[in-house]
């Protein structure tokens, strides 16, 4: 799954001809196929929360008589058509799907910083993939981070990717040069390989110009943060992430005030909060191709949302207007 969905952002790439505009079709893309069922799951849980009220009340009467509760629960979601695992499921079906994305463009960001390596390595000028403000996109987009790969960034780039794209007369050549061991790339050398390359690197003509910019160092509780050189982008797509995963929650369907306990108003008021925050934490510490992805889906998903959502008040009201016709009917 993960080979295929990295083929298809490579694919849109060749076509493109940006890796950040593709990872923005790519994302479009994979929401349109996951619409059908975040439409369902909306569905579901506007069902859920008009039959809230009714539940309280049965969870009000029969709160001694745990088997009771269960019956009337039963018959309360067959006469109102209501499946309490509806809104669940579609979620559930999506999460493998966004799981093998997320994979797939961690593979291809991967893939594309060796690239960078080697070609630095060996003298020549290496592709810097820009998006927008972003120099290099497989670099987090800050301005306290360099548009050149660093240690951590190696680090994060598994054994198997090293081995895929490093090999023939290249792993030869690195062997012999770096005097690295004969499987260089395994887990027992991969960390010491690593090390090694980094080091090399720092000696590249490429890293000159890298390094702190003078006077522009800050303490902030207990951390310090400070702007490179050859900065790499301007912190922006962690702040879109944040605001962008901010919307998202205010726009999910709230539950009846009588139905909803004070722990779980507590609860919610805890997750409105923690995601945005984890939302900022995560696309600043990744790289600029995953925080693009990132503000893409919510942005893409704000959008669907609101279109659900008034899809949903039209049907509800023409429904209404037509219940509302038919009782006038009958009346007369």
């Known amino acids: 799954m993960n080979e295929f969905l990295a083929g298809i952002l490579q694919g849109i790439n060749t076509v ?14 994979i929401r349109l196929i996951i619409l059908p069922f975040d439409y369902k799951s909306r569905v579901g849980m506007r069902r859920m929360n008009k039959v809230q009220p009714k539940i309280a009340a049965l969870q009000k009467k029969y709160a001694n008589d745990k088997d009771k509760l269960n019956l009337k629960m039963s018959e309360l979601y067959k006469k109102e058509k209501v499946n309490p695992l509806s809104s669940c499921l579609p979620m559930l079906i999506t999460m493998p799907i966004l799981f093998a994305m997320f994979a797939a463009m961690r593979m291809v960001a991967n ?8 070609a630095m390595l060996q003298g020549q000028e290496p592709v810097m993939e820009g998006c927008l403000w972003i120099r290099n996109i497989w670099m987090p987009d800050s301005p ?4 050149l790969p660093n240690l951590s960034t190696l680090q994060q780039v598994t054994g198997d990717i090293w081995q895929k794209c490093v090999t023939g007369d290249t792993l030869a050549w690195l062997i012999e040069t770096f005097q690295l061991a004969p499987d260089p790339f395994s887990n027992a050398n991969l960390s010491a390989t690593v090390t ?13 110009n890298s390094g702190v910019l003078p006077g522009w160092t800050f303490n902030v509780l207990i951390a310090s943060f400070s702007i490179m050189k050859d900065w790499n982008g301007l912190f922006i797509l962690p702040v879109l992430a944040a605001a962008s995963q901010f919307i998202m929650t205010k726009l999910q ?44 889906a919510n942005v893409i998903a704000v959008v669907e949302n609101i279109g659900i959502n008034k899809y ?21």
């Open 16 to 29: 493109i001809g940006n890796y950040g505009w593709s990872i923005v079709v790519f994302t479009f893309l």
């Open 111 to 118: 893939e594309q910083v060796v690239l960078q390596v080697l």
């Open 144 to 147: 306290f981070v360099s548009m």
């Open 196 to 208: 090694t390359l980094n080091a090399a690197l720092q000696e590249t003509s490429f890293y000159a």
């Open 253 to 296: 369907p709230a539950q009846p005030a009588d139905a909803q306990a004070n722990q779980q108003q507590s609860g919610m008021g805890f997750m409105n909060w923690f995601f945005p925050l984890f939302s900022l934490w995560v696309c600043a510490s990744y790289n600029g191709a995953f925080a693009l992805y990132w503000v893409a």
């Open 312 to 332: 949903l008040d039209y049907k509800e009201k023409k429904q209404e207007q037509a219940d509302a016709a038919l009782g006038g009917d009958t009346v007369k």
